[in-house]
């Protein structure tokens, strides 16, 4: 069994060596970067359930409070995240309350992370 602490540790030095700099340091276009190479790399997400009371919404955000900004990773995977329009709807970021559309970021504190317009996380409000 793998030691956590240590297992962060390489998951630094990964980004480190891959980006020069680890998420918490990352401009917004390395960040972006990071997070569609988390994708092609195969990361998969928990888009369900989608939280449908506000206690299920604050039970998320109470576990993304716990993340730092340097777990990038686990915050897209807990939140959700994809790039591309969700539902049948094909809800999107441009579309939620929390997405500043002219810095291209999400405003939500607990994840506080660029995104594209036709992204999407179970966050989502309008």
Known sequence: MADPENAAVDVM???E?????TPAL????????MIEDHFREGMKTLVE???????EFAKILDTLRGMTADQLREKLVESGWLLEPYGED???CQECMYYLVHRRWCDLPELNLPAEPDW????WRI
């Open 13 to 15: 030095k990964d980004y």
């Open 120 to 123: 999407w996380c179970r966050l």
């Open 26 to 33: 990352a401009d917004h276009e390395t960040l972006v970067k």
């Open 17 to 21: 060596h891959k980006y020069g700099v």
């Open 90 to 92: 094909r809800m999107r």
């Open 49 to 55: 359930p989608f939280p449908e009371t506000d206690r």
